[in-house]
């Protein structure tokens, strides 16, 4: 199987599964008619957003998606938190929202665990809840919460690495900078990542591996790489965990004069479409969809308000992009056109 | 000055006191502690605005001045409370905010540091001028501070105690300074305790108390008995009082032999004290007597020597070990080693005594407070409570808080560094007073002082302290009688203390 | 003499309006901020019984943080390691329950208080490293060791009694954060406004070499001063693990700059040798009623931040121009 | 009198090596630490000529940054605002470079320090408010505002020129960055060292009192001193935006632990009155030498904390020592 090959596979799929083992429904199996969207409308229903971080396009992406979808079911949005990665400050969040009593909570949890009670203190109030990427522990689909929207951060990590096979033709040393931490998106990447690499490409060998703790990802991610480049003369390619540090990556390749390292990423930033536009660092990388997910979520707590019943576990596909697709992924990923410094270095 | 008022909260520091000073005088400003000395100098260099009332200098009237204008019109002051910066050196302290620029404009520290010493070595002193202020000895400090005022060749030079941690030798040399700039028509405005030095310097006075004018006078006019009934409103009697005989006992309670410190080394002082035996140690400036005292103390290494307290030799390893054994010292440096200035006296005083403030953890805050309020009305600390701060303080009462805080641990030895640095005549007669009660009770003192008149006045023996070593022992008794020539104890003592000992 | 202590009197008594007004002036600010929410907020629930408990709540593990950096800035030393030492707390907290119930746990927790305690306090009273410096060392090296052991992954307490006594439960109607921050804010009051240690704490903070001359033991004093802030780091640490009945070594994190806000907030000096427990808990109380105002305001996170700034000044502010005119 | 003088220049010669041998401490840390790193290194590329310049490179925003935390730190004052004014600078920049090119983007960004240090500098020197809470507060507005304006977003630096200049590129084999460093030390230093001004903020941090008495303007200075961090934080900010061709609010975030660490490791004193920017920018050397040697050791980042923490104590320690003896 070529790296081509399974990217093309990989698009018919989702390689995620739920929380409770559940396979995956389709996003585009979510929708709302007429009827109940007005039904939702009348009800005046309020919703407040729950981030665990919120500083990089993903997050506002999937913000906008929601307050776009929220604002078609006439459901305002009362409140938007974001927990910089702190379990205790997300806590803090959903008990100061609880304060106005929201009807929908659309969220993703910091730490399955450490957030379960908040959560739960929200469920048992009668509030509907929407999870994006991940449940707290303990919680039973239908009964404790609506369901649960998946980018398929697994099938990104595999997408991500068939793109580094291509881009290397299946040869050469890589290296990888993950996130330090136990974060249930970021470990799927990461597992993916290097599952797929060792499996399938015997030819590409893995020599540095680096964690970085932030919060200044992209510095972390500049000192990481630029020692495995210095430690590894013959180093082709670095993986990194999502575009911020990616960036630090692109800068680091950029300073140690290395104009032929391969970078892929998941999630479309701006700078890494610039990068790859260019036909800069950035070969390929794996996108989600935060926008389409955004919406599904919001769509999904309609239906916790109509009490219907709803699928326990939807994801969107992993969406892989090169050079060759990036203005389709774009508008495909943010349901807009590509900015001007993205068209423009198209060249 | 014309009619000056400050309040500071409830205390009215100054009401309405004028003062006049001529070019080519040197004018005494006198008054007790807190009579508003250091408040109406403070509003002529401009860090202090007063309530009401006009500055006038050179024909020119202001209602108040900044220090920077102050600066202009050509009036220097030597702060009472040092107002050295002490991270910075001898030269850049000198210099400050007057910095002499190389052609680039950039500052020559080089030639600060030679025209520091050029002015210390006018002055026939030693200090470095590349050492660190805070490394210093109070009395470098002080020529430190003298030496910034003259570096400034102000028109007007104020001095607010400059003397007080200074030797005779040092204050003659100062007043062969300050004759010379009379001369050059310079006005120049004397603070000081010491009445010899004002008779000895000053061509008018002018007496301050309670915040009011009482009396402003050429010198001549005044004998001593009348200045100081003047500024104390009451007939003092001077120091001649205490020609008291010896309250010491036979027991040896402390016995210190050939002591020397590990941070300055060759030292050599033995001597040995006696219970209810005031022991004056004399010396010039550097010879080590504070040295000794926080040796004493435990706050300085010892290289070698023994020292033996109650019959038993002890390795008093640090202050807390010290006031344990009953000894308590009373510190030169009261800004910086006496007081927590910007705590309540009561804090201050309770500070050394907290142990014996109650068995528990807790405070015996009442006790405390009686403690305060005892000493406040024995030493007559003027304040307005026991809850203001130090730093509230006029010097003079500051000072009195440092000797109080000691005086509270009841000690059985009590070394006193410069006890009276700062304190007014009528206090200074308390406080010799109290150390000779102290000795009739039973303690033994060791009286550190670099003015020669109390020395000689309050001690049964004198040591005399040169280099590190203590050089000689003089009986008073030897000091007062015997020799039939007509120079004062006091005078003899300088004598000797200047030879750095050898009574021939 | 009769009539100037009669003066004396009188002038304490106008002395101690003054002090007491310009130390009380955080108060003023917080009561400011407080009904400004509750008058804006109020049909937004922030005046709730159960939004001002959650306040208290969130805001227990900060006050409990900021008695205990009161005595370290009264001292006249900083530090920098309480976040990062609360988070390692939490984790061996953790741990320790799973292995040996909650004692162990307890146990677990207070001995990582004392252990980084005595290193903290050793390289500062011995080798004369600026506790800035140590405690940040500190800072990395808990978080580094919390990461360690627990494999950078959330440790659950699933022994129920622990979190009833750590920070989950209520006694009655009070939620036993609340109980915990009063306990520990009104030991420390006494502490340090009542006891010889306090006073040894100030005196040490105020001017290093006079308390020296005055036969305290100021290096035995900083040692215990940055031992307990250790220790009630550790504390606040096992709050974290009660009330989210999860170690991790996230817990904490950046909550030492939001402690010493509280406390400098407080009227505390950073200087030393003042300092003011209700202060830093009012301080700290302030700054969660700020966090949680903002989010019910439904402003965006980036609104909020700037918000919270402003806010912060403008309290200061108010209550600095108050102490000028008094 | 020449014997005396003699006595006196013969203790010079001997307190000047004191003084340096003390001030020189944080160098021999230096040393002994890279030494150690040279050697252990050896095989892994830790002395290739790219190595250290990307050493240089990592730590040159830091290291500016921490030339004008000097000049805060000897001022007794601090500035906790300079991460998020870095991070508000680059998207200032990179927003003006987008709109009216190179000019505009460098007028953007040092405007952007001037409005920053000016407020900074009023609410510290006119309202009173200890520098400590404005420039808290004001790291909140900025990170705030930065987020704001670009709706968190990374803002592209597309024009080639800005890079070459700020960050990017290098002037013949040396990066511009380290350029940028090494002039930024240079006048840093005789700022602080030679010039009037420099002397003034000595004075106003070791005694302000004193300071006023002199006729100094403490106000002033304290304002410029402000206005300087401000405007420096910027530049830092401008940089990063060069480097990484983005700016982007979280850019920068987090700095100010690393800058007060690089300074107060280079010997400056918290409490004002004493400050070397040599030693601050060694300081930041020194961190960012750590930093690399741990990460091409090949530790995890758990372990890289820890040795870290370890290695900063160890070689104050190991220097502190030195001082005793001497
Ligand atoms: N900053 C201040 N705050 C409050 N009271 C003050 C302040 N400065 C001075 N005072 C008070 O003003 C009065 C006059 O003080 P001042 O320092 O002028 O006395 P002084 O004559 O110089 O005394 P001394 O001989 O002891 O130096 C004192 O009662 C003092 O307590
Ligand atoms: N606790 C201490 N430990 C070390 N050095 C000290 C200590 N206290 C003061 N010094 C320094 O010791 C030096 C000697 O000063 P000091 O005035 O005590 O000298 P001295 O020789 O005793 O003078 P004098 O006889 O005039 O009192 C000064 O530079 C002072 O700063
Ligand atoms: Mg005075
Ligand atoms: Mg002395």
Do not use: C
């Not at chain 1, 260019?278 to 955004?294: E, I, M, N, S, Y």
């Not at chain 2, 190389?102 to 002015?119: C, F, N």
């Not at chain 2, 300074?177 to 405005?189: F, M, N, S, T, V």
């Not at chain 3, 955080?26 to 929410?37: E, T």
């Amino acid at each position: 199987q070529t790296p081509d090959e399974a990217l093309a596979a990989l698009a018919e799929q989702t390689l995620s599964t739920g929380p409770g083992g559940e396979s995956p429904v389709s996003a585009s199996e979510i929708s709302l008619t007429d009827d109940e969207l007005a039904q939702i409308e009348a009800m005046g229903a309020t919703a407040a957003i729950v981030m665990h971080y919120g500083g990089d396009d993903w997050s506002q992406a999937q913000i906008n998606g929601l307050e776009t979808q929220f604002e078609v079911m006439g459901i305002e949005v009362i409140a938007t938190t974001d927990a910089g990665f702190s379990s205790a400050k997300q806590v803090s969040d959903i008990e100061t929202i609880m304060a106005q009593s929201p009807d929908i909570i659309v969220s993703i949890p910091t730490d399955p665990v450490a957030t379960a009670s908040a959560y739960r203190q929200a469920a048992e109030a009668g509030v509907e809840l929407v999870f994006m990427d991940n449940v707290p522990a303990g919680f039973e689909a239908g009964t404790d919460y609506v369901s649960v929207v998946s980018a398929d951060n697994y099938g990104n990590g595999v997408a991500s690495a068939h793109l580094m096979a291509k881009a290397l033709n299946e040869e050469g040393q890589i290296g990888i900078v993950y996130h330090a931490a136990d974060f249930f998106v970021t470990r799927q990447r990461y597992d993916a990542f290097k599952a797929t690499i060792e499996e399938n490409y015997p030819g590409i060998e893995i020599v540095a591996e680096q964690g970085i703790g932030g919060p200044d990802f992209t510095g972390d991610a500049d000192r990481a790489a630029s020692a495995m480049m210095v430690g590894n003369a013959n180093l082709d390619g670095i993986w990194a965990v999502w575009d911020v540090p990616a960036e630090g990556v692109i800068a680091a390749a950029r300073a140690n004069g290395r104009d032929d390292l391969v970078i892929t990423t998941i999630d479309l930033g701006e700078n890494v479409a610039i990068d790859m536009a260019r036909g800069g660092f950035v070969k390929g990388l794996g996108a989600q969809r935060p926008f389409d997910q955004g919406v599904t979520e919001a769509m999904l707590a309609g239906y916790g308000l109509l009490d219907k019943e709803a699928p326990a576990y939807v994801a969107l596909p992993a969406l892989p992009v090169e050079k060759a697709n990036l203005l389709d992924a774009w508008q495909e990923v943010y349901s807009s056109e590509a900015p001007a410094s993205v068209r423009d270095s198209m060249n | 000055m014309d009619a000056i008022s400050k309040r500071f909260g409830g205390v009215h520091a100054l009401r309405e006191v004028s003062l006049s000073v001529r070019y080519g005088e040197i004018h005494a400003l006198l008054g007790e502690n807190g009579a508003g000395k250091s408040t109406i100098l403070k509003i002529l260099r401009g860090v202090q605005a007063p309530d009401s009332g006009n500055i006038v200098i050179k024909g020119e009237t202001f209602e108040r001045l900044s220090p920077q204008v102050a600066r202009q019109k050509g009036i220097g002051m030597i702060f009472q409370e040092m107002s050295l910066v002490p991270t910075l050196n001898v030269a850049q302290n000198v210099f400050l905010a007057s910095e002499p620029l190389t052609p680039a404009g950039l500052i020559d520290d080089r030639a600060m540091e030679r025209s520091s010493a050029q002015i210390f070595d006018s002055m026939g002193v030693s200090v470095d001028p590349a050492a660190i202020v805070a490394d210093l000895s109070t009395g470098q400090q002080q020529l430190t501070e003298i030496a910034k005022a003259l570096s400034q060749n102000a028109d007007v030079l104020v001095l607010d105690e400059p003397t007080s941690a200074l030797t005779a030798g040092e204050v003659d040399i100062l007043f062969d300074l300050l004759r010379r700039l009379k001369a050059e028509g310079k006005a120049i405005i004397y603070v000081s305790h010491r009445m010899d030095e004002i008779f000895r310097i000053a061509d008018h006075a002018t007496v301050l108390r309670d915040g009011r004018l009482i009396d402003s006078r050429p010198i001549a006019d005044y004998t001593l008995a009348s200045l100081i009934a003047d500024i104390m409103g009451k007939e003092t009697r001077d120091l001649s009082e205490f020609a008291t005989n010896s309250t010491a006992q036979d027991e040896v309670i402390l016995k210190v032999e050939n002591l020397s410190s590990k941070l300055r080394r060759g030292g050599d002082v033995s001597f040995s004290l006696r219970r209810g035996e005031v022991l004056g140690i004399a010396g010039l400036l550097g010879a080590g007597r504070s040295r000794l005292a926080r040796m004493l103390f435990g706050l300085e290494p010892i290289a070698s020597g023994t020292i033996t307290l109650r019959g038993q030799t002890v390795a008093i390893g640090s202050a807390r070990h010290a006031t344990e054994l009953g000894l308590a010292l009373v510190p030169e440096d009261r800004r910086r080693q006496g007081l927590v200035l910007t705590h309540s006296i009561q804090d201050n005083i309770e500070l050394p005594i907290l142990k014996r403030l109650g068995s528990t953890p807790f405070v015996d805050r009442l006790k405390s407070r009686n403690t305060t309020d005892d000493l406040i009305k024995r030493l007559a600390i003027k304040t307005s409570s026991r809850e203001a701060a130090a730093n509230s303080l006029s010097g003079g009462n500051q000072q009195k808080i440092v000797i109080g805080k000691w005086l509270a641990t009841d000690p059985d030895i009590l070394i006193m560094d410069e006890p009276t640095a700062g304190i007014d005549i009528g206090s200074k007669g308390e406080v010799l007073r109290l150390v000779r009660a102290l000795a009739a009770e039973g303690k033994s003192i060791i009286f550190i002082s670099s003015e020669l008149a109390e020395l000689a006045a309050v001690s049964d023996r004198i040591a005399v302290m040169s280099d590190g070593r203590l050089v000689e022992t003089i009986d008073k008794t030897e000091l007062l009688t015997g020799d039939a020539s007509q120079l004062r104890a006091e005078q003899r003592l300088q004598l000797i203390v200047q030879r750095g000992g050898t009574n021939d | 003499m009769i009539d100037t202590m009669a003066v004396a009197r009188s002038e304490t008594l106008l002395g101690y309006f003054k002090r007491t007004w310009r130390q009380n002036i955080i108060y003023i600010g917080f009561i400011v901020v407080f009904l400004f929410f509750a008058v804006t907020l109020h049909d937004k629930g922030f005046l709730t019984p159960n939004n001002i408990l959650n306040i208290a709540r969130q805001t227990a593990m900060i006050a409990v943080m900021a008695v205990a950096m009161t005595l370290v800035l009264s001292s006249g030393e900083i530090d920098l390691s309480v976040g990062a030492v609360a988070g390692l707390a939490s984790v061996t907290t953790a741990m320790a329950v799973a292995w040996g119930g909650v004692p162990a746990g307890i146990a677990a927790g207070v001995m990582t208080g004392v252990a980084v305690g005595l290193i903290n306090g050793f390289l500062s009273t011995r080798l004369m490293i600026p506790t800035f410096l140590t405690t940040l060392a500190m800072m990395g090296i808990a978080k580094g060791t919390a990461m360690w052991i627990s494999d950078t992954a959330a440790i659950p307490v699933l022994d129920p009694t622990y979190p009833a006594i750590f920070g989950g439960g209520n006694i009655g109607p009070i939620p036993t954060l609340l109980v915990w921050m009063l306990v520990v804010g009104v030991i420390g009051h006494i502490v340090l406004r009542r006891t010889k240690f306090g006073r040894q704490i100030l005196a040490v903070g105020g001017n290093v070499v006079a308390a020296r001359y005055s036969g305290i033991n100021t290096g035995r004093i900083k040692l215990w001063v940055i031992v307990i802030s250790a220790v009630t780091a550790s504390l606040a640490g096992m709050l974290y693990a009660g009330r989210l009945q999860t170690g991790r070594f996230q817990l904490g994190e950046g909550d030492e700059l939001s402690v010493i806000a509280a406390v400098v907030l407080g009227g505390t000096s950073l200087f030393g040798g003042k300092g003011t427990v209700v202060g830093s808990i009012i301080g700290a109380l302030m700054i969660g009623v700020i966090n949680n105002g903002l989010i019910l305001m439904g402003l965006e996170y980036s609104q909020q931040l700037i918000a919270r700034g402003g806010i912060i000044i403008l309290a200061v502010a108010l209550s600095q121009a108050g102490t000028r005119t008094a």
